[in-house]
């Protein structure tokens, strides 16, 4: 039969998944430069994450600034 597991004495799958990469990632290299590239890999995300707030920003100020000029239009030819 299967070996059983007891639950109070080994970790879950997922835990011992996320220590086996956390591992993985300084194997190889210090921990400063370990440490150096995961906060490069973080700020790209957010710089990217600020450009589309920025450019959804700008499209719906647009967006918005169109709809009253044809409003305003409209109602100016009448």
């Known amino acids: 039969m299967g070996k059983q597991r007891d639950s109070s ?3 879950t ?3 011992e998944y996320r ?3 956390g591992r ?3 194997r ?3 921990k400063k430069d370990a440490l150096k590239v995961r906060d490069k890999a973080q700020a790209r995300q957010t710089n990217q994450s600020y450009i ?3 450019i959804l920003s700008v499209s719906a100020l647009a967006l918005v600034l169109a709809v ?6 409209y109602s100016l030819q009448r």
């Open 9 to 11: 004495s080994s970790d």
């Open 13 to 15: 799958f997922a835990q």
């Open 19 to 21: 220590r086996r990469l």
């Open 24 to 26: 993985q990632e300084f």
């Open 28 to 30: 190889g290299r210090s």
């Open 52 to 54: 589309k707030d920025v």
């Open 68 to 73: 009253l000029y044809m409003i305003i239009f």
